[in-house]
């Protein structure tokens, strides 16, 4: 296992779909444990493979609680099947964003399609925490943020910010906080 770097906003790769996973291999086991091994460094309950600049579609989350043991879970070519019309509000943060959290409103319940690590399709109900994390692991797969659920102006305001910080990385100065 090794720890990858995050690519954060601006990057552009962030806005690529993923693509599918046509067999479930030792490649597909190695890239998930470092995905798990970078997401509980980080520290964070979700990543997609994108967010370490690889565009295949393949998740990891871990919503346990601190006190309860490491929960993670696996899922290569994630897909919501369903969705409940009621919604539910959570305040999201991302790891490609880091620093930054917002309230955002999505489906309550969902259920997940997905292949497990042994390449078996599976189907997972979710409710809570686990289909915010679930919905927002899935949208990472194809090119989605969460800020993409904001409104234009704080959308816009965040984007402004993270392209500023990158200019300044470029430059070799250091980002202000706000």
Sequence with gaps: MALRP?????????????ETVEVVDASIHALMDDMLETMYEAPGIGLAAIQIAVPKRVIVLDVAKNDDPPAPMCMVNP????????KSTYEEGCLSIPDYHEEVARPS????????????RQ????DGLLATCLQHEI???????????LSRLKRERVMKKFQKAARLRELGGEPEEE
């Design 6 to 18: 995050i690519i954060c906003l601006p990057d552009p790769r962030l806005r690529l779909p993923s």
């Design 139 to 149: 949208d990472h797969t194809n090119g989605v943020l969460f800020v993409d659920y």
């Design 79 to 86: 897909e919501v099947i369903w969705s409940s019309p009621e």
């Design 123 to 126: 189907e997972i109900e979710a």
């Design 109 to 120: 319940r969902v259920k997940v399609a997905y292949l497990d690590r042994n390449g078996v």
